[in-house]
C-alpha cells in the first residue's frame, strides 16, 4: 500500500496538469502552443538545465558514464526501429522519429524530479539534453527527407546543457542574485510544459488507430528492453539506471507532430501514436516506478 501511495504520488501531478491543459482547450479557452513551446525551449528549459547541472551534487564521472550510456542507447534504439521499420515496410520518415525519441521534456523531467529528487533530475535533464541533440539533427534529417546536422548548435537548451557541465565540472557557479533569476525562470518549465501537452493532446485530430496501438505498444517494450540493458551493461548507479529506464520509455512527444506536419510526413498518422502511446504510458509509468523505486 506504501509503495502504491508513493508511485501515486509521484504520477499523478504529471498527470493531472495535463489534464488542466486538456480542460482549458475544452472549456474554449485560448491557448497558444507556438508561444508557449517557444518560451520553453528558449528561456525556462534551458535556465532550468543549467542551474540543475550547476548545482547538482554529482560525481561529473557519474555523469559521464550516464552520458555515453545514452548515447550509445539511442544508436542502438535507432539502429533496431530503423532495421524494423525497414522490415515491416512502415515509412521511416514518418515513424522512425516518433518511435525513437520520446517525450523525455514533458514528462520525462517531472517524472524524474518527482520521484528521485534533484539528483534524479540532473541525470533527466543530461538524457534529454542527449536526446534533443540527436532528435534536432538526425531526426530533421530523416522526417525531412535531408538538411543540415548543425541545428542543434542553434538550440539554447544544448548550449545550456553544455554550460551547466562546464559549470559543474569547474566546481563554478554564478552570483546568488543569478542564480536565483535563472533559478526562478527554470521553475516555470515543468508546469508550463505539461499543461501544454495536455493541451496539444486535446487539438490533435489522431488517424490510424489500429496500427498506433500496435506500434506504441512495441515502442514501449523496445525502448525499456534497450534503456534496462544499456544500463546494466554499463553499470549504471540505480538512480541513474532508473532514470535512463524512464527517459527512453516515455511516450511519442508532439513535438513528433509538429515536425511530422512542418516536412510532409503523415502527421495524422504520428497524432495517433502521440495519442495512444499517451493514454498507454498512464498505466506504464506507474508500474515502471513501481519496480524501479
Avoid: H
Avoid at 21 to 30: L, S
Avoid at 118 to 142: C, K, N, P, Q
Wanted: charged share 10%; hydrophobic share 60%.
Amino acid at each position: 500500500m506504501n509503495l502504491a501511495l508513493t508511485v501515486l504520488e509521484i504520477v499523478a501531478p504529471v498527470f493531472l496538469l495535463a489534464a488542466i491543459g486538456f480542460a482549458w482547450v475544452k472549456a474554449g479557452f485560448d491557448y497558444s502552443v507556438e508561444f508557449v513551446t517557444r518560451l520553453a525551449m528558449t528561456l525556462s528549459i534551458p535556465c532550468l538545465v543549467f542551474v540543475a547541472l550547476m548545482t547538482a551534487e554529482i560525481d561529473p564521472a557519474s555523469l559521464t558514464g550516464l552520458s555515453l550510456a545514452t548515447v550509445v542507447a539511442y544508436a542502438i534504439l535507432v539502429a533496431a526501429v530503423a532495421l524494423g521499420l525497414y522490415l515491416t515496410g512502415f515509412d521511416q520518415r514518418t515513424y522512425l522519429g516518433p518511435i525513437a525519441f520520446g517525450n523525455t521534456g514533458n514528462i520525462g523531467l517531472p517524472l524524474a524530479l518527482f520521484a528521485f529528487g534533484d539528483t534524479g533530475l540532473s541525470y533527466a535533464v543530461v538524457i534529454f539534453a542527449i536526446m534533443a541533440i540527436w532528435s534536432f539533427t538526425f531526426g530533421i534529417w530523416v522526417v525531412s527527407g535531408g538538411g543540415s546536422a548543425t541545428k542543434a548548435l542553434k538550440e539554447p537548451l544544448v548550449w545550456g546543457t553544455i554550460l551547466g557541465g562546464v559549470f559543474l565540472w569547474q566546481g563554478w557557479e554564478t552570483p546568488r542574485f543569478l542564480t536565483n533569476t535563472l533559478e526562478l525562470i527554470g521553475q516555470m518549465a515543468i508546469p508550463v510544459m505539461l499543461i501544454t501537452l495536455g493541451v496539444a493532446v486535446a487539438r490533435l485530430t489522431p488517424g490510424r488507430m489500429a496500427s498506433a496501438v500496435v506500434m506504441s505498444a512495441v515502442k514501449l517494450v523496445i525502448c525499456t528492453a534497450v534503456g534496462w540493458g544499456v544500463g546494466r551493461f554499463f553499470g549504471l548507479d540505480d538512480t541513474a539506471f532508473a532514470v535512463l529506464v524512464l527517459q527512453m520509455m516515455t511516450p511519442v512527444a508532439v513535438t513528433s507532430y509538429l515536425l511530422a506536419a512542418k516536412y510532409g510526413a503523415d502527421a495524422q498518422a504520428v497524432a495517433g501514436l502521440v495519442v495512444v502511446s499517451t493514454l498507454l504510458s498512464v498505466l506504464a509509468m506507474p508500474l515502471a516506478l513501481a519496480v524501479l523505486l
